[in-house]
């Protein structure tokens, strides 16, 4: 019922920047809290940053000062603003959307990340 389709991935040098965009379709997403995580090789997936539906925004303390995510309810779009990229930051990004009543979470297929020289 909900699909999510992230872009915007790619490789870049250290200290570079990208813009993360996920789409949704389906029904119910401005009331959803939105969420980036991220997966690195032979980690856990770890949290990176989440927009609630009333636009108050969190992030994980690797990341602070340095990403930021924003969303435009007008078309259904979750953005993730990363900047002085550095290798640790190489990983698989996957927007989710959080559950609401009589629903589930739901997850993009992720987008791959990679900062390196």
């Known amino acids: 019922q909900v699909q999510l389709v992230e872009s915007g991935g790619g490789l870049v040098q250290p200290g570079g920047s990208l813009r993360l965009s996920c789409a949704a379709s389906?029904?119910?997403?401005?009331?959803?809290?939105m969420r980036w995580y991220r997966q690195a090789p032979g980690k856990q997936r770890e949290l990176v940053a989440v927009i609630t539906s009333g636009g108050s925004t969190n992030y994980a303390d690797s990341v602070k000062g340095r990403f930021t995510i924003s969303r435009d309810n007008g078309v259904n779009t979750v953005h993730l603003q990363m900047n002085r990229l550095n290798p640790e930051d190489t990983a698989v990004y996957y927007c989710?959307?959080?559950?609401?009543?009589?629903?589930?979470?739901?997850w993009g297929q992720g987008t791959q990340v990679t900062v390196s020289s």
């Open positions: 989710n959307a959080a559950p609401v009543m009589g629903s589930r979470s739901y």
């Open positions: 389906g029904s119910i997403f401005s009331a959803r809290d």
